[in-house]
């Protein structure tokens, strides 16, 4: 994975055990989950367009645990809306807010499957308003509600 900064997330990993915390497995699997996303991602790289719209992916990549606003990718790469919209739509067949949400969808799975966290917490971690439109949104997407998708997974 030549050129994959994996720098922050394994320092947070040494951070955690140095700690004297009881049960800190819910949140090495998490890192753990953004690494093996970041690892994916870069992956993914090398049979993809191009140019600009490879950096709009590498920038939507790491808005995965954010909150997602088109005005910042549009800043990012100086298009218009509009301009964006289209470049990536053209090179992926998705809308960036449509390849930020599944990412999201995605992570919360692996939380989901992974972790003994909340849905609460997972919505507050994928940057969603609440758990009540974290849910509807997750059960759009993936047909079963979060509790739903966690007992088929354990």
């Known amino acids: 994975?030549?050129?994959?900064?994996?720098?922050?997330?394994?320092?947070?990993?040494?951070?955690?055990?140095?700690?004297?915390?009881?049960?800190?497995?819910?949140?090495?699997?998490?890192?753990?989950?953004?690494?093996?996303?970041?690892?994916?991602?870069?992956?993914?790289m090398d049979s993809e367009p191009m140019g600009i719209e490879v950096e709009m992916k590498d920038f939507l990549n790491t808005q995965i645990m954010t909150k997602f606003h088109i005005e910042d990718l549009c800043k990012h790469i100086s298009k218009s809306e509009s301009q964006t919209i289209r470049l990536f739509k053209k090179a992926y067949g998705i809308t960036p807010y449509t390849y930020v949400l599944e990412k999201k969808i995605a992570m919360a799975k692996n939380l989901l499957s992974d972790t003994n966290l909340s849905i609460k917490q997972i919505a507050s971690k994928l940057c969603f308003a609440d758990e009540y439109y974290f849910s509807n949104i997750f059960k759009e997407k993936s047909g079963s509600t979060p509790t739903e998708y966690r007992k088929k997974g354990r």
């Open 1 to 44: 994975f030549e050129g994959l900064d994996l720098s922050d997330e394994l320092l947070r990993i040494i951070e955690i055990a140095k700690s004297n915390a009881d049960d800190r497995s819910p949140e090495l699997i998490s890192i753990l989950n953004e690494i093996f996303l970041k690892m994916h991602n870069h992956a993914e």
